[in-house]
């Protein structure tokens, strides 16, 4: 069985830092793509960032770079995302999801598992 649990969100003040996991089971990082998404308040679902499975290429949206890092470790099924320097506008929900097709596209409808989200509120 295919299930994904993220965990690590709270609350965390402006410029703080929190780390986010992403524990897989049923299937192993070296065939996925694992992406990272929020839906903050009022909006709609998006990526943030994504790691390929073969090259461990990373991508982030525009808004987060410089500031997360994803990583994975493939020994312990898990994959991270690092989160500095936080803003308010990084208040989300976020989810982490399985790529088979190793895309990292942000369209989820390439993502076919789901975790059940976690999370993360900064202050101001």
């Known amino acids: 069985q295919v299930q994904l649990v993220e965990s690590g969100g709270g609350l965390v003040q402006t410029g703080g830092s929190l780390r986010l996991s992403c524990a897989v089971s049923?299937?192993?990082?070296?065939?996925?793509?694992i992406g990272w998404f929020r839906r903050a308040p009022g909006k709609e679902r998006e990526g943030v960032s994504c790691?390929?499975?073969?090259?461990?290429?990373?991508y982030y949206v525009e808004s987060v770079k410089g500031r997360f890092t994803i990583s994975r470790d493939n020994a312990e099924n898990t994959v991270y995302l690092h989160m500095n320097s936080l803003k308010p506008e990084d208040t989300a929900v976020y989810y982490c999801a399985a790529d088979p097709y190793n895309s990292c596209s942000w369209v989820e409808d390439l993502y076919d598992s789901w975790g059940q989200g976690t999370q993360v509120t900064v202050s101001s």
């Open positions: 790691i390929k499975s073969n090259d461990g290429r990373t």
């Open positions: 049923g299937f192993t990082l070296d065939y996925y793509a």
